[in-house]
């Protein structure tokens, strides 16, 4: 069982600041968060560290907009998932 939500407002407020999916029977775990250009501007293997709306690894923060993530993931029968979607970042 695997959830990832629609969209995250990373104000610093405590509410909704990170996009991080949740998920029961995971093994591993890897997103990758791409613009709608295609190209990536996140990617993580810790499923504990969501995304906090910066790109290319911090160096400057994402725009208000639509992007696709995919999250792969390996359950503990070694079935592996695709999961994609779009997640809204609002500011």
Not at 42 to 66: F, L, M, P, T
């Amino acid at each position: 069982i695997f959830f990832a939500p629609s969209s995250f407002t990373p104000n610093s407020d405590g509410i909704n600041d990170l996009f991080l999916g949740k998920g029961f029977g995971i093994k591993d775990f890897e997103i990758f968060i791409y613009d709608r250009w295609g190209d990536e501007i996140y990617h993580s293997k810790d499923r504990y560290q969501g995304w906090d709306g910066h790109a290319n690894s911090g160096e400057r923060i994402a725009q208000q907009d639509v992007y696709v993530y995919l999250i792969k993931i390996t359950d503990i029968y070694e079935i592996s998932h695709e999961i994609v979607g779009k997640a809204t970042l609002i500011r």
